[in-house]
């Protein structure tokens, strides 16, 4: 293929066609239409609701959309953030595509540090994939945000807060790992002999740095005791997102290298196969003993509680299903398949226990005497539990169509899923 | 000046003026559960005897606010008198302090985009003069009374130092500044319409933990 070079990168000559219209694209479109379907209904409920305050009912006493307004204020169920539940899918998904990305990052980083021939020949494919994972998590987290007021983050920082410290992290994170993509796919062996075992440490600083904040980040809200008394949230999310981030490298060699790495492929699904099952059995070891610290009221409602079916379910499709699928070593691959859709499904379900089992347990309880009714006319709550919006679960599915079409581009103009070379 | 309000929530009598009052005093929107105070109902029975208890309540403008902490904006403030401030041009909506209050006191204003809280009226009375609050003003039991914790001879102050009280959610380590007043008589009723975790406090006791607070925040 014919290639153009710039600052030593070679980039491949494709027309806009092969660039923009290829099978994967075309998918990504299609998931990144439905996103942006979720993301126009998202901005409609936020920024185009009728809403009034007491001045606009004294002020304009006549107007018919005050009296709209009023109507929907009594009995609408506009405004997409609940009181009850402020953190709900978007946090899910921004969690887990963030936290997988970087595992798989952490994880090449890792394995070029530690040798590992195989992982070192597919780094570049793997890390494009997990900063592809990266920024499909920012995009859903973008949603979630009012992007309108996103200047203040740098015109009047608060750099104790979690959610502040993720700005200069990404900042230098995002750079970070295009540079060390930069390196891998300009074949620097110089400067990847000299260089790249500090760039692999810093990476492996930066990663563990990004994994502490996003502790931190859920650690400050003092009142949610599932998230304040999980011991060790560093550990559990970088223990959980090895787990995800490795069943996700097993299905992108599938799909990737499956015909491209000849004998090499058996040999590597077998390592991200062992691999996964040390991670496995970390989670394992963790959740076993994990809830025995946690406060006994968030405790309850998730083992014992409306919870509990998603829990057990978690278990079983991220650890008990998996390591028995993936236990003994098949000649068929299909089982290893299986075991890392279970574990991404799994992995997934997790995470939505975490961020929405902290809100389980109602603050509405003052008084220490039962809860209290959020809205004039509900009912009391012992528990909260809420089905994501039909616009939260598309912006989801639009992440993936951006994790999908940042990949694919840059693998058709860098072709990161074919460099061999280390 | 260290900001606070005193409840006698036994006077309520869930006549929801407060809630009204300060609707249209600040200007807050429109919506049963959009809601700056509020009052909550409490029904249960001793010894087969029915009782339904009223609990008004707002934001409770702690000293160790976890809601100020986790705001990455500045957004969530101190304001003079230690007041717990929300500025809506500034909130993100990341709605991390609507996680971090262990009071459920904010909401999501759907007509400025933003995080919307009590205030205790700063902005909309006190710096215009007023002494009271919108829901203390307008309360026709005298429930609330508003006042400044630094001013020993201050009305509050001098009914705290009276008065048996007790603070919401004290594991928290929040240090609230909503003192409900502790009834002077059926006292055995009044225990039994609280929590069994609720510690009462005298002003002895519970001064020291203010004054812990402050110097804690003034560190930091």
Partial sequence: MKKYEIAGIEINAVSISELLFNKTMLLAYFLLALGFYGVWEVFAERYFLLTANAFDAGLNPGSTEVAEAMKEAVFGAGGEVKREQPWTLYIVNYMYMIYSGSAIIFFVALSEIFNVKLIQKTAAGFITF???????????????LNILHMHWMFLTPNIRAGMWLMLPLYTVYIPFVL????????????????????????????????????????????????????????????????????????????????????????????????????????????????????????????????????????????????????????????????????????????????????????????????????????????FIFFSPHSSEILVVVGSLGVVLAVYKILDTLFSVSKIREH | MNYAMALDYQNCINCKACEVACKEQNGVQLGADKQRIWVSTYENSIFGNPFVAFHPSQCNH?????????????????????????????????????????????????????????????????????????????????VRLFGDLDDEKGELVQLLKKRKFFVLKENEGTVPKLFYLFPERDTGFAENSIGKETTIHTWESYKPVIDRAIAKRRKS
């Fill in chain 1, 130 to 144: 997990g900063l592809a994972m990266v920024f499909g998590g920012l995009f859903t987290i973008a949603v979630d």
């Fill in chain 2, 62 to 142: 702690c000293i160790d606010a976890p809601c100020v902490s986790v705001c990455p904006t500045g957004a969530s403030y101190f304001a003079e008198g230690g007041l717990v401030m929300a500025d809506k041009d500034k909130c993100i909506l990341c709605k991390g302090c609507m996680e971090a209050c262990p009071y459920d006191a904010r909401f999501v204003d759907d007509k400025y985009v933003a995080v919307d809280k009590c205030t205790f009226c700063y902005d909309t009375r006190i710096t215009k003069g007023e002494t009271t609050t919108a829901c203390q003003a307008t309360c026709p039991t005298k």
């Fill in chain 1, 179 to 382: 540079f060390e993509i930069y390196l891998l796919i300009t074949n620097r062996h110089d400067w990847a002999k000299k260089v790249a075992y500090g760039i692999l440490l810093l990476s492996i600083v930066i990663d563990l740095i990004e994994y502490y904040i996003q502790a931190k980040l859920f650690n400050m809200n003092t009142a949610r005791h599932l998230w304040t008394t999980y011991p060790m949230l560093t550990l559990y999310f970088i223990v959980s997102a090895f787990v995800a981030a490795i069943a996700i490298m097993i299905l992108y060699s599938y799909f990737t290298h499956r015909r491209s790495l000849g004998d090499d492929f058996h040999a590597l699904i077998t390592f991200l196969r062992k691999s996964s099952l040390y991670v496995i059995a970390l989670l394992a070891m963790y959740e076993a003993s994990a809830y025995l610290f946690i406060d006994k009221e968030w405790g309850a409602i998730i083992l014992f509680g409306e919870y509990k079916i998603y829990f057990y379910a978690y278990l079983f499709l991220a650890v008990g299903l998996p390591f028995i699928l993936e236990f003994k070593e098949h000649s068929n691959n299909l089982w290893i398949i299986l075991g890392s859709l279970s574990v991404i499904v799994g992995t997934y379900l997790g995470r939505y226990i975490f961020v929405y089992g902290g809100n389980a347990y109602p603050m509405s309880n003052r008084f220490g005497m039962g809860f209290e009714k959020y809205g004039e006319y509900e009912q009391a709550k012992e």
